[in-house]
C-alpha cells in the first residue's frame, strides 16, 4: 500500500465537510489558467481557495471563468475575501459569492488592516465574523497569532481559526511558533496556519507543532517550477502530520544517549 494513504481514519472536518487532504491551496498569482490547473492537481488539494474581489467565478460572462479550470465538482471552492479593509465590505463580498456558488456556505474570512503588511484588522474581522456566523455562513477565519482573539473567534461560532505563520506572501515561515502552539492547545476547531509558509519544512512544521492543516499560495505560486514544488507541499503535510501524531521524541538538552543497547556488549 501506498505510505500516503495508510490512515483512512485521519479526516480533516470543517463543519459540515470531510477532507482527506490537509493541504489547502490558492488559485491566484499563476502564469495562466494551466499552471493553475497543473499545480493545483499536483498538490492533491480538496479545498481551493478564491478571491471574489479578483477572480472570475460568474461575475462576468464576457471572460474567463476559474471554475472552468477548478470544476466545483471536483473541489471544494473557499471564497475569500481578500481586499477587504472593513467587516461591511467583507459580508458583502461573501453574500456575493453564496448567490454566485448557488447557497454555499464554507467562507474564508479576511479583513486587513494595513495595505503594506496585509496584517489582519482583528476588530473588524470579529464584527464580521459574527455578522457572517448569524447569516448561516461557515466561517474560517484569517487572523493574529493572538491567543485570545483567537478563542474569541471560536466562541463566536467559527468553524476555524487560521493565524499567520508570518506576513501574506512573505515566506518567512513561522516566526512565533509559541502563540501558535498556545492557540492548538486550547482550540476545539481546527487550527490551520494561513500565510508566510514559503518551502515545504515551514509546512512540516506547522504540522508538527500540531496544526490542522496549512494554507498556502504565493509559495506554490512563486516558486520557479509551481508544479513540482505542489508535490513537495503535499508531501511535506503530510509528513509533518504523519511525525505529529507518532509523536517526537524527547529532546535531550546537553546529554547523549546510544542509539543501541549498552548492556550485554561484546567485549
Given at each position: 500500500m501506498n505510505a500516503l494513504h495508510e490512515m483512512p481514519s485521519d479526516t480533516l472536518r470543517l463543519g459540515e465537510r470531510v477532507f482527506r487532504s490537509r493541504l489547502l491551496v490558492g488559485s491566484g498569482k499563476y502564469r495562466d489558467f494551466?499552471?493553475?490547473?497543473?499545480?493545483t492537481e499536483a498538490s492533491g488539494a480538496e479545498i481551493v481557495t478564491v478571491a471574489i474581489r479578483r477572480s472570475n467565478i460568474g461575475q462576468d460572462p464576457d471572460q474567463p471563468n476559474l471554475l472552468d479550470v477548478l470544476?466545483?465538482?471536483?473541489y471544494t471552492i473557499l471564497p475569500n475575501?481578500?481586499?477587504?479593509?472593513?467587516?461591511?465590505?467583507a459580508v458583502r463580498t461573501l453574500q456575493l459569492a453564496r448567490e454566485l456558488l448557488d447557497g454555499h456556505?464554507?467562507?474564508k474570512l479576511e479583513v486587513l488592516g494595513d495595505p503594506?503588511?496585509?496584517?489582519?484588522?482583528?476588530?473588524?474581522?470579529?464584527?464580521?465574523?459574527?455578522?457572517?456566523?448569524k447569516d448561516g455562513f461557515e466561517v474560517m477565519v484569517y487572523c493574529a497569532d493572538d491567543p485570545v482573539?483567537?478563542?474569541?473567534?471560536?466562541?463566536?461560532g467559527c468553524v476555524a481559526v487560521m493565524p499567520l505563520a508570518s506576513l501574506i506572501g512573505s515566506g518567512m515561515g513561522?516566526?512565533?511558533?509559541?502563540?501558535?502552539?498556545?492557540?492548538?492547545?486550547?482550540?476545539?476547531?481546527?487550527?490551520?496556519?494561513?500565510?508566510?509558509?514559503?518551502?515545504?519544512?515551514?509546512a512540516a512544521v506547522a504540522m508538527e507543532l500540531g496544526c490542522d492543516g496549512v494554507l498556502m499560495n504565493s509559495a506554490i505560486a512563486h516558486a520557479s517550477d509551481p508544479v513540482r514544488m505542489a508535490g513537495a507541499m503535499a508531501l511535506a503535510v503530510e509528513a509533518g502530520r504523519r511525525a505529529f501524531l507518532a509523536g517526537r521524541m524527547p529532546k535531550r538538552p546537553y546529554r547523549g544517549e546510544p542509539s543501541s543497547p549498552t548492556g550485554g556488549l561484546i567485549t
Open positions: 494551466d499552471e493553475t490547473r497543473a499545480a470544476p466545483p465538482e471536483r475575501t481578500a481586499g477587504c479593509y472593513s467587516a461591511v465590505d456556505t464554507l467562507v503594506r503588511t496585509l496584517f489582519p484588522n482583528m476588530p473588524e474581522t470579529l464584527k464580521a465574523a459574527e455578522a457572517l456566523v482573539q483567537a478563542r474569541m473567534l471560536e466562541e463566536i513561522i516566526l512565533n511558533p509559541w502563540n501558535l502552539a498556545i492557540i492548538i492547545e486550547q482550540a476545539r476547531v481546527p487550527v490551520i496556519v494561513d500565510a508566510g509558509v514559503g518551502t515545504a519544512s515551514d
